[in-house]
């Protein structure tokens, strides 16, 4: 049934996020009846969108929300001395109530009918096309709400988190049934931490801390891979949808993209399939980092994707500090039983990390070729995630955190006016150059800053000041916040990918929100522009 209004000149993602307007059955029936009409020939584009039409509706199944707890004027904002900056973040701190969705009444009720998986408490959405929640989106997201002082808000958004793994085992890509044959970079104890500290509700943790446990037993299950190096094997993670049909929220890019690959035969058909939602389940949907040319180089075409052959530096970073906080919250706990087991796998994950993926040449980490048993070395933001984990010795800490910034700073990056790019390879993939996304801005600049190195956190002080610049920049000069930036030029949204660029939004929000209380409240931190 999907695949036939897919080929109609409605937008994919538009029609998988409709609702039905009848029963499951009722559509299933009028559905038959249309195909019954059409024997001899294929029904038009006209017959499809009319029977779209009557019996899909795409309006209803979410509402605004009220925040209860919105301020109009937060703590974070009463700090901040430079009173650019400051109006700036009101501005940013008065969109959250724009973003603020629940569920309808319909949805709840009638599931069956809707592609939204219903929650049960009020959450921000990423804006734009993006309607419904996403999972890492939600960790900035909720920084971003914790300092405006919203708890209420956050906390519920943490549980909206920690309901998907209750019922499905993990959390999925996204809030849409579509999303349920992939995750996204595993953030819900990350999540939980931040909430935690500020709140102080242990009474939260204490109820959901199996289920933290839980998410985690699902990536160890299902996401594992064993590298050998020097002798030695180790376990490490990587993205695998374990899907092998079109995404469909992009179902006719996925058909163009693997037909590419029909002449060598079905196989290749289903792994390029299996290798994009792999891909998107990274969050870099999509990037260079995921294709491999014949020679296992970098290829600038996505019909090249192979993702589930990189070990990613990041996602086992996040998997290391996931591992490291779930020890502590068994500490506060005093499960102390449970905080030894996930103790061991922290150690475990910090020495694969720095035996298997730390390049000593080049001072940074480096995604791990499968296939090839190498370091793919090539400039990627990722490239110093376990920095900002801390997946490093205490008595390293500030000798890496200076080879960090001599490898940044190699790459040019002072040169560019906007900020830290994904990539240096302009392949036309919005998780490419030119483009500089907000987490990876915060990943690489706090990391830098929490090395204690001086060169390190002088460098981690000038491109917070030059991102927030470019928010600023922006801002003025287009009244919204975009999902993506351009590194080379300040105040200039970013472009590429499979859709046009993206206002809102959420995790912009949230992490310049979060650049601003780290560099931007007091005397000794003035606005510098850039």
């Known amino acids: 049934m999907s695949s036939r209004p897919q080929d109609s000149t409605m937008t994919q993602k538009r029609f998988v996020d409709m609702a039905l307007r009848n029963s499951v059955n009722d559509t299933l029936k009028n559905f038959e009846n249309m195909m019954l009409e059409h024997v001899d020939e294929p029904p038009t584009t006209k017959d499809i969108e009319k029977f779209v039409g009557e019996n899909f509706v795409s309006i209803g199944e979410l509402e605004e929300a009220a925040l209860k707890d919105f301020k109009d004027e937060p703590k974070i904002i009463k700090e901040i001395e430079d009173p650019v900056v400051r109006k700036f973040a009101l501005a940013i701190h008065s969109i959250w109530p724009s973003l603020a969705r629940k569920m309808s009444h319909h949805v709840q009720e009638h ?24 999972y890492w989106d939600t960790y900035w997201i909720v920084k971003g709400l914790l300092l405006s002082d919203m708890l209420e808000t956050a906390r519920g958004m943490v549980e909206n988190l920690l309901t998907m793994v209750e019922r ?16 996204q970079p595993p953030v819900l104890t990350l999540i939980m931490w931040d909430y935690v500290k500020v709140s102080q509700d242990y009474e939260f943790l204490q109820k959901y801390l199996h289920v933290l446990d839980k998410e985690m037993d699902f990536w160890l299950t299902k996401r594992l891979v064993q590298v050998t190096h020097e002798g030695v094997t180790y376990n490490l993670a990587h993205y695998d949808s374990e ?56 290829s600038m075409d996505l019909k090249d994707i192979s993702t589930r052959r990189n070990v990613p530096a990041d996602l086992n970073a996040f998997l290391y500090k996931a591992f490291h906080i779930l020890s502590k919250f068994c500490k506060i706990l005093h499960q102390e039983e449970r905080a030894e087991h996930w103790e ?8 694969a990390i720095n035996k298997v993926l730390y390049n000593e040449e080049d001072g940074v980490w480096y995604d791990y070729d499968l296939k090839l048993e190498k370091h ?23 000798r890496i955190g200076g080879r960090c910034a001599e490898y940044l700073l190699k790459q040019g990056i002072r040169d560019l006016r906007g900020g830290v790019p994904m990539s240096m390879y302009p392949s036309g993939q919005q998780w490419d150059y030119p483009n500089a996304w907000s987490p990876y801005q915060n990943l690489v600049i706090i990391g830098l800053h929490k090395s204690n190195n001086e060169t390190a956190q002088e460098l981690a002080k000038e491109l917070a000041h030059k991102w927030v610049n470019s928010n600023v920049k922006a801002y003025h000069e287009n009244k919204v916040m975009f999902e993506k930036y351009s590194a080379a030029q300040a105040g200039q949204f970013g472009g590429g990918g499979e859709y046009q660029i993206q206002s809102g939004f959420g995790w912009s929000n949230g992490c310049v929100l979060e650049l601003i209380h780290w560099y931007f409240r007091s005397k000794t931190r003035k606005y510098q522009r850039w």
């Open 111 to 134: 599931p069956e009918q809707h592609s939204l998986i219903p929650v049960p408490n009020t959450f921000i959405i990423p804006g734009g096309r993006f309607k419904e929640f996403y």
């Open 168 to 183: 499905f085992g993990f959390v999925p890509n996204g809030g849409r049934i579509y999303y349920l044959n992939r995750s």
């Open 243 to 298: 899907s092998d049909t079109p995404r469909p929220e992009s179902y006719i890019e996925d058909l163009e993209t693997c037909a590419q690959l029909a002449h060598l035969g079905e196989d290749h058909l289903y792994e390029c399939y299996t290798d994009l939602k792999s891909g998107a389940e990274s969050g870099w949907d999509f990037s260079s980092r995921w294709l491999f040319a014949k020679d296992g180089s970098l």
């Open 344 to 351: 061991k796998y922290a150690n475990e994950w910090q020495e």
């Open 376 to 398: 793919r070395r090539y400039y990627f933001a990722s490239n110093l995630t376990p920095l900002w984990a801390g997946a490093v010795n205490p008595e390293d800490k500030a």
